[in-house]
């Protein structure tokens, strides 16, 4: 059986209107999670996502011996004691990419951390090379047995200064950790600058850490002693993906969607590129208003890090383009198979040619037809809900629970109130030839 969504299109009408609001960033609370190992007492997490990412996330922490307590929607308290597992739990951490993430706290407070190759979304090779270069650099000792990595700091971890050979949030969040407890300081060059980063260093730094370029491509951490959450209370950032791809949903099918409880200001490139798309977006400090235009026109989309247009609002652009009259061209950088999803858009009518794996060529406007689908991942997988809002007729959309329910809080709710036809259910996945 499979956890579905079953959605009946409009058919490229703009039926949508209302109010749409915008829950807290998956990436950020995940970072945030992991950051109360650095913590030597009760740390206050709120506005944090009701997704399984970050109910696994705290069942990691919770196998490994951390106290985590839901004390209402949205608001967590998590103690790590001092006598923590420094193992992730395989299980758990296989199925989910930010748990490394944590091994930086781990590894600095108790010396010690061994995980498996983490899994995640199937998007591209996804190495682990620039960890392993961090941790020895930081005078760690890293053996890898098959699948496995151990990593050893007798005598705990001294600061050191890196440069990193490519841009990732993950690593310049899980060395900004490690900085915060590592004897000396820390230098992180060419480091990722997306806002999630400097959200967590703010937050860091008034519960006693010393981290001060975070959201630049250079952040310096001066080692000390472990936080104090006394006094103070993490508030996750807006989710500027879901917001955005609201915002392109909007663009698509709405004669007006208003999206709230967002920062605009993290989304300056995917505005930047939808007005030139020739849609009117007016924005607000906590609230953007959107109306699909007439007529979409065609855009070049190049995915780039922050504050470039992010990957993961790839997909769900490019099913906007389907409908631009005119040819497109996106070109993603980040991750080699992050355009696979674009074979199940041709099966419903668009018209896009792959010209290498990170290229595709879009000509619009395409008819769009509901089919069966199978959600790749957690980003394409909510391209498809919006494709099939798009079409004429009903798609069903499979592995829902495996992908969007990942990263996306009660969606098919949210998406109800605007107007959009969408039901889930479950259903047998049938082997068809329509859904390989
Ligand atoms: N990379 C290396 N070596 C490494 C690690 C990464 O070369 O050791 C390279 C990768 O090959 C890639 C780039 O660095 O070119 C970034 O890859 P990485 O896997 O590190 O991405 P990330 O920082 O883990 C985060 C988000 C992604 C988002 C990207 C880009 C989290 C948990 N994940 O990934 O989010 O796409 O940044 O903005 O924060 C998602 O939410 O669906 C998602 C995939």
């Known amino acids: 059986m499979s956890n579905t969504f079953v959605i009946k299109g409009f058919g490229g009408e703009h039926n949508l209107r209302g109010t749409v609001r915008v829950t807290g960033a998956k990436n950020a609370a995940l970072k945030a999670i992991a950051a109360t190992v650095l913590f030597r007492d009760v740390v206050t997490l709120a506005n944090i996502p009701e997704i399984s990412d970050t109910l696994r996330m705290f069942d990691l922490l919770k196998d490994m011996g951390a106290d985590v307590v839901n004390t209402k929607n949205g608001i967590y308290t998590v103690l790590v ?57 930081m005078g760690a000792r890293v053996t890898i047995k098959d699948d496995s990595y151990v990593v050893e700091a007798k005598g705990g971890l001294r600061g050191a200064e890196f440069f990193l050979k490519n841009q990732s949030v993950t690593v310049t969040e899980t060395f900004m950790m490690a900085g915060v407890l590592a004897k000396g300081t820390t230098t992180i060059k060419n480091a990722a600058m997306e806002p999630e980063i400097a959200d967590l260093a703010h937050f860091l730094n008034k519960c006693g850490a010393k981290i001060s370029g975070a959201g630049t491509s250079t952040v310096t951490i001066k080692g000390g002693k472990l936080l104090t959450g006394k006094g103070h209370r993490y508030k996750t950032i807006p989710d ?102 674009t074979e199940a858009l041709s099966a419903m009518g668009a018209s896009i040619t792959m010209m290498d794996p990170h290229r595709a060529l879009v000509r619009g406007k395409s008819k769009l037809h509901g089919r069966k689908l199978m959600s790749p991942d957690l980003r394409a997988g909510l391209a498809f809900v919006i494709a099939a809002i798009v079409a004429k007729g009903e798609s069903v959309i499979h592995n829902v629970d495996t992908t969007i329910d990942r990263g996306y809080e009660d969606v098919e709710h949210r998406l109800r109130a605007i107007g959009v036809d969408i039901e889930r259910a479950q259903m047998m996945l049938e082997e068809s030839p329509e859904n390989k």
Request: net charge negative; with cysteine; proline share 8%.
């Open 81 to 137: 004691p001092h006598s923590f597992a420094t193992e992730l739990t395989p299980g758990i951490a296989k199925r989910m990419r930010a748990s490394i993430v944590l091994t930086g706290p781990i590894l600095a407070r108790y010396g010690k951390v061994s995980f498996p190759h983490p899994g995640g979304c199937v998007i591209g090779a996804r190495p682990l090379d620039l960890f392993v270069d961090g941790f020895e650099k």
């Open 240 to 341: 500027r993906i879901e917001a955005g791809s609201f915002l392109i949903l909007g663009a698509l099918a709405a004669r007006e969607l208003h999206i709230t409880n967002c920062d605009p200001l993290h989304l300056e490139s995917p505005i930047e590129i939808l007005r030139s798309a020739g849609v009117t977006i007016e924005t607000k400090k906590t609230e953007m208003i959107v109306r699909a235009p007439s007529r979409l026109l065609p855009v070049d989309i190049k995915t780039h890090e922050y504050p470039g247009f992010p990957t993961d609002l790839q997909a769900p652009m490019t099913v906007l383009l389907t409908q631009a009259d005119g040819e497109s061209t996106v070109f993603e950088t980040i991750f080699e198979g992050r355009l696979n999803y």
